[in-house]
């Protein structure tokens, strides 16, 4: 096969007179040629609105769409009536918090963890307010690694109903030990959510095997085209819940007083869906699992040993994870704030993300007000490591910072 | 037309004003929750004229530059003076943006560099969105300013 960097377009441009040097993937990738060929046919040659027309333009989109969805639940080995589409993570967990939170009790506990992501944690709040729930935070230990004793301590107490958690960190790049959720969980008959939004591009997902009861990503951060991500919920569970959406296209029966729903997954999907977005989705799952997931992770394994030896090498780099699991680095500089770091960066070519990533809770836990982030994918080389440091270092000495 | 010159890297290092006043007659504070930039401003204004300003700027090397500047211009000057100009501050630096014509304004000129990285306006004009409503104000808004 050939060399995956070469079939990413986007990969290959200048940047303020640089070739690009993208670390960046926690907030975004970029789709391969094969993704964006797949997103084209959807939206010329078999154009038409899925489950809703008898023309051929219809029916070959109902099946492609249908397909995708298929795609995508051998992705992460889950049935396809448990796959909802969905417009992306966070769409996706404001659903799981809805739906769940309408079969929750007043006094009922949620455990989040300081780890969690806004689009996490806004859900909750939301319902929690609406439905009296109470929200507890887990904390982490110094390695960025959920306390399991904290865990248990709540589900001992009680009135822990779901626990909502991130596979791995946005921030800390630190994978979560999530079968031992899951076990803690299943003894106290607590239900276990994932936000697996970080985790897609570089764990596989068997949600079955991981023994969750619900998981949710989105594509563009999977290689896969913005707007397009995916809602799993275990059977039993969502079969219970009722449409968070309601429209043309999740009915079964409409009268004027009322109306059925039809089964899941498509009673969640009301209204015409981004039926190229996820034929894209899906075209970035089976471009991951083209280039193997072996493959994928010995690489990133070697790009984040390369990348953690060198910035710790610097006494003025503080990293808030030293050990994370795949090659993302937040880090903050002696005296210099991360907005700087990133400007002076990008004039170098070099794409990276400042500020709180969304996570304003974790770093006001750390006491950090700002971080930079480095996060790489398997397409990064160790020669872009290099540049990334040789381009520190000349900011360092340009600010005067000691190194 | 460097964004980091050697001007404003000199400003934001050593930024003028800096500090609390122990005895404002006003206090604000200005801040972007999305980076966590942070200023405050303590002012003593007498007979409607400001006779001394200082700043606490937790923020990148841009918002310090920034709240340093600003803090010297207004020094001395009357309210009804300062008020407009720091008002109309945030449109001419989105001017600035729009077009690519030689600045003679000496505040805006440092951040011509700007131009290269439109994303980083707010952190230039933070420290000016909360001076006008410190101004405005007729007490301090903190009581106890926590020191720096």
Known sequence: MNDPRHQIPALHQRVHDHDLIYFDHAATTHMPQSVLNSMIEAMTVQHGNVRRGVHQGATLSTQLYEQSRAKIARFIGAKNSEVVCTSGTTQGLNMVAHCAGEGLQSGDTVLLSVLAHHAHLLPWQAVASRRGLSLQCVPIDPKGMLSLSHIESYLKKGGVKIIALPFISNVLGVEQPIREVVSLAKTYGAKVVIDAAQAAAHRPIDVHEMGVDALVFGSHKMFGPTGAGVMWVKEDWLSCWAPFVVGGGSVETVSFEQSTFLEPPYRFESGTPNVAGMVGMAAAADWILSIGWEKIQAKERKLRDKMRSALMKRECITLMACEPDIPLFSFVVDNVHAHDVGTMLDFCGIAVRTGQHCAAPLHEFWGFAATTRASLSFLNTFGECDTFMEALDSIFKQLGVSQ | ?148
């Open chain 2, 1 to 148: 037309m460097k964004l980091y010159s050697a001007s404003l890297l000199r400003e934001s290092k050593k930024p003028s004003c800096a500090g609390l006043l122990s005895n404002p007659t006003h206090a604000g504070v200005s801040s972007n929750p999305l980076c966590g930039d942070r200023i405050q401003w303590t002012l003593r204004i007498v007979d409607d004229k400001i006779v001394d300003a200082r700043h606490h700027t937790r923020g990148c090397a841009l918002c310090i530059a920034s709240a340093s500047l600003l803090a010297q211009r207004i020094l001395g000057k009357r309210t009804y003076r300062v008020v407009p100009w720091v008002e109309s501050f945030p449109e001419s630096v989105s001017k600035m943006l729009e077009n690519q014509e030689d600045i003679s304004d000496d505040v805006l000129s440092i951040f011509v560099g700007l131009r290269h990285a439109p994303s980083r306006k707010r952190c230039v004009t933070l420290p000016w969105e909360g001076l006008s409503e410190t101004i405005r104000g007729s007490k301090p808004k903190c009581k106890a300013i926590p020191k720096p």
